[in-house]
Each structure stands twice: as structure tokens, then as C-alpha cells.
Nanobody, 127 residues
């Protein structure tokens, strides 16, 4: 069974920092794209950041310069480093992994290309 698990969420004041982790179980992230999504309303997510298998990255405009993604040397954990957090960053953050990480507004796995999806971790930014 292949799964991912997110961790690192919490409540924080605006301007603070958090590091989220997406840890793989039963596989590793070699040759896989990993995306961090934020739920913005029921059944709707936006893609926040991507770490592709070629190590290139994508960041949503609203988080550029504040968020970054990285991986550990074992390629089993992908991190989302979140700095200068704002109240609008509040939400449940999910990671998804697969051959493609789409920004299509959907929350959840997609059969055939984004097959691994976590349970999410809540980030609450106040102030």
C-alpha cells in the first residue's frame, strides 16, 4: 500500500513560519511529481507548490517568495517551507503525488496520474 501523510500544521500568528512535511510510505518520490494543495472551499483546492521529478518547482503567485519546497536525501519526504504567513494562507494543506500534478481545482486523487493523496494538515494563520 502506498500512502502519503502530511504533518506540521498548526495555529500561528501572521508573519510566522511553518514547515509542512509530506512523508511517503510504501514508495519514494524518485521519478514522481509532488504537489502541495490548499483547500479553499468545500471540494475545491488550489495548487500552491510543486516539486517535479526533475527538481524544477512551481509556486502559485500568491506564495512566490514566501514558500519553498524541498526534499530529503532519501526522497521520502517533501517539505513545504512557509514563511511570512498571512491569514489568507489558512486552510487544510494536502500533498499529492503522481506523474502529473494538475491545478484543476479538484481535491483528491486522480486515477492514472495523481494516485496518492494524503489526509491533510490544517494551517491557521491569525492576525
Amino acid at each position: 500500500l502506498v500512502t502519503v501523510a502530511e504533518s506540521g500544521g498548526g495555529s500561528i500568528q501572521a508573519g510566522g513560519s511553518l514547515r509542512l512535511s509530506c512523508t511517503a510510505s510504501g514508495f519514494d518520490f524518485v521519478g514522481v511529481d509532488v504537489g502541495w494543495y490548499r483547500q479553499i472551499r468545500v471540494n475545491e483546492c488550489e495548487l500552491v507548490a510543486t516539486l517535479r521529478d526533475d527538481s524544477s518547482t512551481y509556486y502559485r503567485g500568491s506564495v512566490k517568495g514566501r514558500f519553498s519546497v524541498s526534499t530529503d536525501s532519501a526522497k521520502t519526504t517533501v517539505f513545504l517551507h512557509m514563511n511570512d504567513l498571512k491569514p489568507e494562507d489558512t486552510g487544510v494543506y494536502y500533498c499529492g503525488a503522481g506523474s502529473t500534478v494538475p491545478d484543476d481545482g479538484y481535491c483528491g486523487p486522480r486515477e492514472g496520474y495523481l494516485e496518492v493523496w494524503g489526509q491533510g494538515t490544517l494551517v491557521t494563520v491569525s492576525g
